[in-house]
């Protein structure tokens, strides 16, 4: 794989950088006025650690929705990580990196004939369902595909609902799903379910798999022999958060239901994965003070109107789409500075396009840099360049070490190198400093180059 064009340049982070400083290095030393992103791979390297420590039992599908840049993919695919696609597009996108079909779920309730038909000439088997009309299609199009049937169980609090569009009831629908797969003779090896995205109530993964227990019990009574248990996503990803708690319920929970090791099991993580991997860094391009009558004192205010350049039709699609709450963050520091009631506004004609409407800011002044971190999930796949505003450029940045184990899969030379605080170690790949023990490459398929990475 080539880094892609957009991603063009890789910075690497020594022990005297990290995303913020490379951010400050290329506002100052590049003639840079658009908004940018800064992806830290090392990010992702982390996150993966965390699951395969924490789910051993579970095996990570990406949800390829959530954030489909190339290096992401890329990046899961060397540490092994397997993917959920919607759509023919994702699959085929997938499969152009060398992932291998029986790695991929189409993990889309209702898909269009024409994509279940690409999944069949392609060889994607496992794909989801939750209607009758599924069922038939399936009959028709890929009657060799294997079935897994999705069950509605929401968490009570959550980012973004799901169960209002996907999902059979576990009990007043799937049994007679299940009659219908039986009676057309088709394949059903398991139940999938997601309880929504950005879950806030670790217990709902109980009640779902338990849920789940019930649906494999109830299919062997119709001479199915399920193998299958996908937990879909809901797993949260920005910085601070944690998988602690949903990992301790949903390892018990698979203890308790599903002891048999035989019964494969996987989950749908998008958000997981890319959420803090992304910092998004935007430039205040006009100001406007609109002065205002404090209701309770009378006296006057002055309300600041920042105008940046990505707004809610780019990247900040997030706040209408995903529900997201953005924080601005002034990239330079001022200590002790005055705060002052504040909105930002995105760059296009659209009074909608407002990224937030009140937010504590000191002073800024036009050129001033706003950086948004947390921008990974659900961000750049659905950005438009409406009113002709691009859409922000990558920069991608990792530490030597990651680089080092990355660099025989990204293919990359000293030629993507172009800026910035390279070591001059860079070429030693015996560097005796490395926090990673470093295999041969390549790594051959099947190995996850986790097996060479030090845990933290
Ligand atoms: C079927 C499916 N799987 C996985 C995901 C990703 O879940 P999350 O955003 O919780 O990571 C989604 C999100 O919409 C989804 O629809």
């Known amino acids: 794989m080539k880094i892609p064009s957009s991603d063009a340049r890789v910075h690497l982070l020594n022990e005297q950088s990290d995303v913020w400083s490379i951010i400050r290095e290329i506002v100052n030393k590049t003639n840079q006025e658009d908004a940018f992103y800064v992806m830290d791979v090392g990010e992702i390297v982390k996150k993966h650690n965390q699951w395969v420590s924490q789910l ?46 029986e790695r991929i779920i189409f993990a889309n309730p209702a898909k269009p004939s024409s994509h279940i ?12 369902f939750d209607s009758e009309t599924e069922l038939h299609k399936v009959k028709n199009l890929f009657p060799e595909a294997k079935m897994v049937i999705r069950i509605r169980c929401d968490a ?42 950005g879950c806030r109530e670790p217990p709902v993964f109980r009640r ?6 019930d649906i494999f019990d109830y299919a062997e009574t119709l001479g199915y022999n399920f193998n299958l248990l996908d937990i879909g996503g809901g797993f949260p990803g920005g910085q601070g958060t944690t998988i602690d708690k949903i990992a301790e ?4 929970a698979l203890d308790t239901y599903f002891p048999d090791p035989s019964v494969h099991v996987i989950a749908e993580p998008g958000r997981f ?7 998004l860094v935007c430039n205040i391009h006009s100001i406007r003070n609109v002065i205002h009558t404090d209701k ?4 006057a205010l002055t309300h600041r109107m920042y105008y940046i350049n990505d707004g809610v039709y780019g990247s900040f699609n997030c706040i209408l789409y995903d529900h997201q709450v953005v924080v601005p963050q002034p990239l330079d520091e001022r200590p002790g500075a005055k705060y002052y009631e504040s909105s930002v506004w995105g760059p296009t004609c659209d009074g909608l396009d407002q990224v937030i409407e009140n937010a504590m800011l000191p002073d800024m002044k036009i050129g001033d840099w706003l950086v948004f971190e947390d921008m990974g999930a659900y961000t750049l796949p659905v950005a438009s360049p409406f009113n002709g505003f691009p859409i922000p450029m990558v920069h991608i940045v990792m530490e030597e070490s990651i680089r080092l184990l990355l660099e025989d899969m990204f293919e990359l030379t000293d030629s993507h190198f172009e800026m910035l605080t390279i070591p001059s170690n860079l070429n030693n790949k015996d560097d005796s400093t490395s926090k990673y023990t470093l295999p041969t490459f390549p790594i051959t398929v099947g190995d996850s180059i986790l097996d060479y990475v030090a845990m933290e």
């Open 56 to 101: 051993p039992r579970v095996t990570p599908h990406y949800a390829v929705k959530c954030n489909d840049g190339l290096t992401v993919l890329e990046t899961l695919n060397a540490l092994g990580t397997n993917f959920d696609c919607a759509s023919k597009g994702e699959i085929n996108k997938v499969l152009g990196l060398g992932v291998e079909p």
């Open 117 to 128: 038909k690409y999944a069949a000439s392609v060889g994607v088997q496992n794909m989801t």
């Open 156 to 197: 009570t609090e959550v980012q973004c609902q799901l169960g209002n569009k996907f999902g059979c009831d576990p009990i007043t629908e799937a049994p007679e799903l299940l009659r219908i797969a039986k009676s057309l003779d088709i394949d059903v090896v398991g139940v999938s379910f997601h309880v929504g995205s």
């Open 208 to 213: 779902a798999i338990s849920a789940a227990r």
């Open 249 to 252: 319920i949903v390892n018990l």
């Open 273 to 279: 994965y890319v959420s803090s991997a992304y910092t």
């Open 296 to 299: 309770e004192t009378g006296s």
